[in-house]
């Protein structure tokens, strides 16, 4: 889990997405999930409406929102659900009610493309090229080990 707007280029943002590279260099199962803004749904915001792309990044409530414990249900489900493996995504809810089943969810997702670095639809802003050299390293040393 790391958060939305992590593509924006932010100190904070720019290690959370190192952490991300590094996870899917990794060669392990994995789901990436960028939870909104924790715990400000309107009431009929129950809906787990996922994005990719890294978009909306205001730094505000408006780039979406997701409450607790929809967020501790997505983590879990994408743990044993084969249609979440592989997968980065901005966590929101939208208005509606909470889906049932989680895996036409996942599902309607595509999967981050072998050998990317980073999720679908992100912003190509943080070059290879231009990252120090241990960043580099560490990127070098995760691939071969797998």
Not at 46 to 59: E, F, V, Y
Request: net charge negative.
């Amino acid at each position: 889990m790391t958060t939305i707007g992590v593509t924006a280029l932010r100190d904070s943002s720019t290690w959370k997405r190192r952490g991300e590279r590094l996870v899917r260099a990794s060669g392990n199962e994995y789901t990436i999930v960028r939870p909104g803004w924790f715990d400000m749904n309107d009431d009929d915001q129950l809906a787990i409406a996922p994005r990719q792309g890294d978009s909306h990044q205001t730094g505000t409530p408006a780039d979406g929102v997701i409450a607790r414990s929809q967020i501790a249900r997505v983590l879990v489900d994408s743990l044993t659900n084969p249609d979440a493996a592989h997968k980065t995504f901005e966590l929101v809810a939208a208005r509606g009610l909470e889906q049932d089943d989680l895996r036409p969810v996942f599902a309607a997702l595509p999967a981050d493309p072998d050998g990317a670095l980073d999720g679908p639809g992100d912003v190509a802003n943080l070059a290879l090229e231009d990252e120090p050299a241990s960043v580099r390293a560490d990127l070098d040393r995760t691939r071969t080990q797998h």
